[in-house]
């Protein structure tokens, strides 16, 4: 949304070419904003999913007002809402909190850039210069994939969850095993590895 965020700005909202620059920049100052926001609520309640899954619904908000509104000034309101920044930065912190071994880590976190660049590359294939300025299809596609987004934050919330309840009850029949710190296992089979939910 980022990249065509000048170009909405001056076709839906009305404004002038250099209106449209200049109101890029608080865009990109609300999506700093939004981070910021996040990492704090993140570390405050320790709810990933959650957290993720309420920046997945502000977004969604933000691209049914960007479908909805008439054309005019309030629908930038709708592209400041339509921001995928926070649910980003939980990917990443969810794949830095919830994996052990630099190799595994290294390997999500580069799937997790392939995938963003992966959506970077499609999101302009989807925007027809017959659909302009609305660019419906693009648009359902991108409610689509924050509603699945969502859905997916909470699934792998409910697995950590899952997983750390199994976790707690193998450990406490195995009360007095002892492992060592750097011993070559998996998150999966480290039994004293907790996810965060």
Do not use: W
């Amino acid at each position: 949304m980022s990249i065509y965020s000048t170009l909405i700005i001056k076709n839906l909202g009305g404004f002038s070419e250099a209106e449209a620059i200049l109101l890029s920049i608080p865009y990109n100052i609300i999506s700093i904003i939004l981070i910021f926001m996040t990492i704090y609520f993140n570390n405050r309640f320790r709810e990933y999913g959650y957290i993720a899954t309420i920046c997945c619904v502000i977004t969604l908000i933000g691209l049914l007002l960007l479908i909805s509104l008439p054309k005019g000034h309030p629908i930038i309101i709708g592209l400041f809402l339509a921001n995928i920044g926070p649910q980003y930065s939980i990917i990443t912190t969810l794949i830095s909190v919830n994996t052990s071994g630099y190799t595994k880590k290294t390997f999500y976190t580069s799937m997790g850039v392939v995938s963003r660049c992966l959506g970077d590359f499609v999101g302009p294939l989807l925007m027809n210069e017959n659909q302009f300025p609305r660019y419906t299809n693009a648009m359902i596609t991108f409610i689509i994939t924050t509603c699945i987004s969502a859905l997916l934050f909470l699934y792998i919330r409910k697995s950590y969850v899952r997983d750390n309840r199994y976790r707690r009850i193998q450990l406490s029949f195995k009360a007095n095993r002892y492992v060592k710190k750097y011993i070559n296992i998996t998150d999966k089979e480290n039994l004293h590895f907790v996810y965060h939910p």
